[in-house]
C-alpha cells in the first residue's frame, strides 16, 4: 500500500500532554472539520517549547501546502499529520481525535496504523480508539487475503516487460522481507538482501539509463527503486539523487520521495533535515530550507 505523502510523525516529535483550548476558538466537527483546518493558524499555548511550536507550525503548513487549500485532497498522510500537529501544539483531545477517526476511515489507514503503532506519542491517550481500528484493518485485511494480485494481468493489462516488472516486484518483496522483524532479525539478515537489492538497481539504471518508474513498471511498483536508494548508503543516495528529482519532475514519481531522500541525505551530512520525515532529527533553518526548495522546485 502506497504512502503518497510524506508521514511527519516520523521527526522531531516528543511526548507531550494533548491538553489545551479549543484551537483558536475554531469549532472543529467531523463534518467541517477539513474546511476549518484551511482557516486555522497555530498560537503558543503554555507549556509548548519553542521547538514543538515551530514543528507544529511547520507540520500544518506543510500539510495545508500537500491539499492546495482543497478540501477535497485530504488524504490518510494529511489527517495522521494533523494528529501528529495538534497533539505536539497541545490543541484538545476532541480536536486532535476528529483528525485521527478521519485518518483511520481513510484509504490506506491499515498500513498507518500497523507502522507506526508503537511510535505513535499519542497513542496511550486514545488507546482504546486506536486498537479498535487496529482490529478492523485486521479483520478486513485478513478476508482479502483470498483476493490475490495477479502479476501477470498486470503485466499484460499495462503492455509492461515481463521480465523487468517480475524482478521488481522480487527486488521490493526483499526489501521489505525483514524491516518489520524485531531488531536483532533485521540488523542480521537484511543487510544482505538490501546489498543485493543495490547491485541490482545499478545495473537496471546502466541497462535503461534512466528511473524504473511508472513507464517501465506502472503505478504498483514505481517506488521500488526509490525505496532501495532511500535504504541504502551516502554515496548511493547522492549517485541518484539527480535521477530521482529528474523522475519526480517527469511525473515518474511522486515529489514525497524526493523529499524523502533529500532529508536523509541532509541527515547523514548535516545531522539536520528539510522536510521533517526522519524521526528525531532536527530541522535545518529557514534559510536553509528555502534554499533547498527552490534549489529542487518543491513545496
Not at 481500528?133 to 494480485?149: E, G, H, P, R
Not at 526509490?226 to 535521477?243: R, Y
Amino acid at each position: 500500500m502506497k504512502m503518497n505523502r510524506i508521514v511527519i510523525l516520523l521527526t522531531l516529535f516528543i511526548s507531550l500532554n494533548c491538553y489545551g483550548q479549543e484551537t483558536n476558538e475554531i469549532k472543529f466537527t467531523y463534518e467541517n472539520f477539513e474546511k476549518e483546518f484551511l482557516k486555522y493558524l497555530p498560537t503558543q499555548k503554555e507549556g509548548v517549547s519553542d521547538k514543538s511550536f515551530s514543528f507544529g507550525q511547520m507540520v500544518v503548513s506543510e500539510t495545508k501546502k500537500q491539499v492546495e487549500n482543497n478540501i477535497s485532497k485530504f488524504n490518510v498522510a494529511d489527517y495522521w499529520n494533523i494528529v501528529t500537529a495538534f497533539y505536539s501544539l497541545k490543541e484538545s483531545k476532541d480536536v486532535w481525535s476528529i483528525a485521527f477517526k478521519k485518518m483511520a476511515e481513510s484509504d490506506g489507514s491499515c498500513e498507518y496504523l500497523k507502522s507506526f503503532k508503537d511510535r505513535a506519542r499519542f497513542y496511550e491517550d486514545i488507546k482504546e480508539l486506536y486498537d479498535e481500528y487496529l482490529i478492523k484493518c485486521t479483520q478486513n485485511l485478513a478476508n482479502s487475503d483470498n483476493v490475490k494480485f495477479d502479476l501477470d494481468k498486470y503485466i499484460d493489462k499495462n503492455k509492461l516487460n515481463n521480465g523487468l516488472v517480475k524482478l521488481i516486484q522480487k527486488i521490493k518483496l526483499d526489501d521489505q522481507k525483514y524491516r518489520k522483524a524485531d531488531e536483532k532479525i533485521f540488523k542480521l539478515k537484511q543487510p544482505e538482501l538490501d546489498k543485493k537489492n543495490e547491485i541490482l538497481i545499478d545495473s537496471l539504471y546502466s541497462k535503461y539509463k534512466t528511473y524504473i518508474g511508472k513507464s517501465l513498471v506502472g503505478e504498483r511498483f514505481n517506488s521500488v527503486m526509490w525505496a532501495v536508494i532511500q535504504h541504502s548508503n551516502l554515496e548511493m543516495m547522492e549517485k541518484f539523487l539527480p535521477i530521482i528529482h529528474k523522475a519526480v519532475e517527469s511525473k515518474e514519481l511522486n515529489n514525497t520521495t524526493l523529499k524523502m531522500l533529500l532529508d536523509r541525505v541532509y541527515w547523514l551530512k548535516y545531522n539536520y533535515q528539510i522536510f521533517g520525515s526522519q524521526q528525531g532529527i532536527d530541522i535545518a533553518d529557514e534559510k536553509i530550507r528555502q534554499q533547498v526548495i527552490k534549489k529542487y522546485g518543491i513545496e
